[in-house]
């Protein structure tokens, strides 16, 4: 499990319809300042943090990472180098016909699979500005 959006021991106290917590000062030196929202924009942020059912939450780390990704890209580049395409490499690609997708098939049976839905999942900009959106979010169209 995952740690939260906000650990506890940033929290302050919560007191007349408002939240108090410790966040990073915008002037990049590190320094904590007390923030205060209202309680309910406070629960509304952090309940955008809460993945739907059936998502994994998966993070770039190690040689994926932001900072790292160029250069370990480089290094696998030159431990692996991609092979040179020949000019009868490319003639032999260009008159081979686009293969068909093959049927994907059961791994317990091996009976041919069907797709039952192609329904698209909804935005969250739909979920929560749409007609459906829940009755705790309207106070954001307000103003």
């Given at each position: 499990m995952t740690g939260g959006p906000i650990s506890d021991h940033r929290l302050i106290e919560v007191k007349e319809g408002r939240v108090?917590?410790?966040a990073r000062s915008e002037d990049k030196s590190g320094k904590r300042v007390p923030v205060?929202?209202?309680a309910?924009?406070?629960v509304r942020s952090w309940t955008l943090h809460i993945l739907p059912k059936g998502?994994?939450?998966a993070r770039c780390y190690g040689g994926w990472?932001?900072?790292q990704r160029e250069a370990y890209l480089q290094r696998c580049e030159q431990l692996q180098p991609a092979p040179a395409m020949s000019a009868t490499d490319s003639a032999?690609?260009?008159?081979?016909?686009p293969q068909v997708e093959a049927v994907r098939k059961c791994p317990q049976c091996g009976a041919p699979m069907e797709l039952e839905s192609s329904a698209r999942r909804p935005r969250w900009r739909e979920l929560f500005y749409g007609p459906d959106h829940p009755q705790w979010a309207e106070w954001l169209e307000s103003g």
């Open positions: 108090y917590f410790w205060s929202l209202a309910v924009e406070f998502f994994t939450k990472s932001n900072r032999e690609r260009s008159s081979v016909e």
